[in-house]
T-cell receptor, first 111, second 115 residues
């Protein structure tokens, strides 16, 4: 499993765009990059997944450079309710494995 | 509501008590998991079940005893716990063990406090 490194915490203000970067230097050819969000006292929730370039859905965008050694989760115009822990996971999709979570990034959105 | 329901949401138990956590999913998934999340720590995988059969036990102490009577239900039986076992216990499910990383659904967890 590729090791990931994320900032421990980030602060932002309402209405700003937030970018959380994850480093995964040892990513393998068949690895995907997946982000989960966890609110206090709740289970993690899938946000977005990508393999290369850019992926966008109704919640976030995921930017992956050509070398795939890092990725950036972008949350547009955050609100107070986006305060949560964001986890970056890297691994093969469609193979027999279970999710392995790191420490994640605690995002705090301030008014 | 995620489709994975855990009860109770909160539980306080003494070290000599016996209690059980329940997890139920109606997503048609065949794999179910127990995770433990202690304060300020990453999620730790405890047990994995696939088609009712336990496929993984991550060196979990025997005071935690899982049970999976069918693919929709998963229990975690607790007895003679220690205060350090206080944590958020999360249940998750996926279609099977070949699940995509985006195919896991978590419940809201049971906040357990051992006194």
């Amino acid at each position: 499993l590729a090791k990931t490194t994320q900032p421990i915490s980030m602060d932002s203000y309402e209405g700003q765009e937030v970018n959380i970067t994850c480093s995964h230097n040892n990513i393998a050819t068949n690895d995907y990059i997946t982000w989960y969000q966890q609110f206090p006292s709740q289970g993690p929730r899938f946000i977005i997944q990508g393999y290369k370039t850019k992926v966008t859905n109704e919640v976030a965008s995921l930017f992956i450079p050509a070398d795939r050694k890092s990725s950036t989760l972008s949350l547009p115009r955050v609100s107070l309710s986006d305060t949560a822990v964001y986890y970056c996971l890297v691994g093969p999709s469609g193979s027999a494995r279970q999710l392995t979570f790191g420490s994640g990034t605690q995002l705090t959105v301030l008014p | 509501e995620t489709g994975v329901t855990q009860t109770p949401r909160h539980l306080v138990m003494g070290m000599t008590n016996k209690k059980s956590l329940k997890c139920e999913q109606h997503l048609g998934h065949n794999a179910m998991y127990w995770y433990k999340q202690s304060a300020k720590k990453p999620l730790e995988l405890m047990f994995v079940y696939n088609f009712k059969e336990q496929t993984e036990n991550n060196s979990v102490p025997s005071r935690f005893s899982p049970e999976c009577p069918n693919s929709s239900h998963l229990f975690l039986h607790l007895h003679t716990l220690q205060p350090e076992d206080s944590a958020l216990y999360l249940c998750a499910s996926s279609q099977d063990l070949k699940g995509r990383q985006d195919g896991y659904t978590f419940g809201s967890g049971t906040r357990l406090t051992v006194v």
